[in-house]
């Protein structure tokens, strides 16, 4: 049994019209874990995440996103995860594991269609990531993915989208290309 006691704090603002943002936001998270359990170790887990958005017009827009982190356990279950939608795209859902790691999202997206009721977004991506079990692994790339996808968004409800990626995996080979889910990053 572990009790997590942590803070966070968010930098930054980022502004949305219909199917555009722009700014950035910063957001640190520490934790600290006591552990209740013999022979499990108190532990510290530090995360960040940087947002980037940089519109070109009404319907075009550059999107970055960079996340890192590090966990000071050996349990598996607190190691940070990667791969799937949220994090890599092209690769399974949890394909890369480490206690340490550094991850990158680049999308470039561009309104196809639009009404009052909807808008079909095109996005082209770049994804790269990696994990490792000590910081000096964090030199190397671990996987990276390259793709395209669609966005049908709902302006009416508030954060309606829902995407379908495409991803070829450019480094480290796996066969999921195809990602389906909720949300953009």
Do not use: C
């Amino acid at each position: 049994t572990v009790h997590f006691f942590g803070t966070a704090l968010s930098i930054g603002k980022i502004f949305e019209n219909r199917q555009t943002k722009n700014g950035s936001k910063l957001d640190l998270a520490l934790r600290y874990a006591l552990s209740s359990t013999n022979n499990t170790d108190n532990f510290f887990d530090v995360n960040m995440e940087l947002q980037t958005f940089k519109s070109f017009s009404a319907e075009s827009s550059w999107a970055h996103r960079f996340m890192a982190g590090y966990t000071g356990t050996n349990i598996l279950q607190y190691w940070h995860y990667l791969g799937g939608l949220d994090r890599i795209r092209g690769f399974a859902n949890d394909r890369f594991a480490g206690r340490y790691y550094w991850l990158s999202n680049l999308e470039f997206r561009n309104v196809l269609l639009q009404s009052d009721d909807y808008i079909i977004q095109g996005a082209g991506f770049l994804d790269v990531a990696t994990t490792a079990e000590s910081i000096s692994g964090l030199s190397r790339v671990g996987g990276a993915s390259v793709g395209f996808g669609a966005r049908l968004i709902l302006p009416k409800i508030y954060r309606f989208v829902v995407r379908v990626d495409v991803a070829a995996p450019i480094k480290k080979q796996d066969n999921h290309y195809i990602s389906f889910g909720l949300q953009q990053f």
